[in-house]
């Protein structure tokens, strides 16, 4: 005779098997959601790490093949035509001429791997650069003029006044690829027009000018042969 309040074994063994069942998810769960954080906390640790800058020159190099206007400011902007943070920083140089009023030149210099051919070069990076006002665009190759301004990563910009002093030297976007107002371009922005700026110098996002990943010679499109 079965004693009331008592389950039969077959009911216990589906509830500890639904307990077990309750537990395996908890657990599952949990490590989904550590995966997660994981990821999360990487890309933000790669967004928000600068890829340094090397040592500027204070004063414009007078091996320098850009002619500097002694009417205006100078900007010198450097960038790897294949690097995808980039887009960002040619949209905040466009913001910045806008708002510089006509009171700086750029020169946005495009990283070009010697004996590679302009089709390399000339990606819809260099066409967005081109189509800004008081922006012009040129081919540098192996990086030697980038070089002689101590810039090593792409998106790394340069300002010298109209006595040839260097004003500032780093990054104007907030992060790797992310557009919007940062303390960078406020301040390239601020010194163009003779305003004062507590920064003259911010982290640079960008690939390295020579390490970011290019085509090798056997598979490179259009590279001269």
């Known amino acids: 005779m079965r004693t009331r ?3 039969c074994p077959f009911a216990r063994r589906i509830e ?5 069942s309750e537990t395996v998810l908890i657990a599952v769960a949990g490590i989904w959601l550590a995966l997660i954080s994981t990821g999360l906390w990487a890309l933000a640790g790669y967004e928000f790490t600068s ?30 035509p294949k690097c995808p943070c980039s887009r960002a920083s040619i949209g905040e140089l466009a913001i910045a001429m806008t ?20 089709d390399w070069v000339k990606t819809d990076l260099w066409g967005d650069a081109a189509a800004i006002s008081g922006v012009s665009v040129e081919e540098d190759e192996e990086g030697v003029e980038a070089e002689r301004f101590g810039a090593r990563v792409s998106g790394d910009v340069l300002l010298y006044d109209t006595s040839g002093k260097l004003r500032f030297h780093g990054g104007i976007t907030a992060s790797r690829g992310h557009a919007g107002d940062n303390r960078g371009r406020q301040a390239v922005v601020a010194l163009a027009r003779g305003e004062t700026s507590d920064r003259a110098e911010t982290p640079a996002f960008g690939c390295m000018l020579h390490g970011a990943k290019t085509p090798t010679s056997s598979t490179a499109t259009g590279m001269k042969q």
Not at 16 to 20: D, H, R, T, Y
């Open 5 to 7: 309040g008592m389950k």
């Open 16 to 20: 500890v098997a639904l307990k077990s």
């Open 51 to 80: 890829g340094g800058t090397g040592k500027a020159p204070t004063s414009w190099p007078a091996e320098s093949r850009i002619e500097r206007d002694p009417a205006q400011a100078t900007l010198v902007m450097a960038v790897h």
């Open 99 to 118: 708002r510089m009023q006509g009171r700086a030149k750029a020169h946005v210099l495009f990283y070009k791997p010697a004996g590679y051919a302009e």
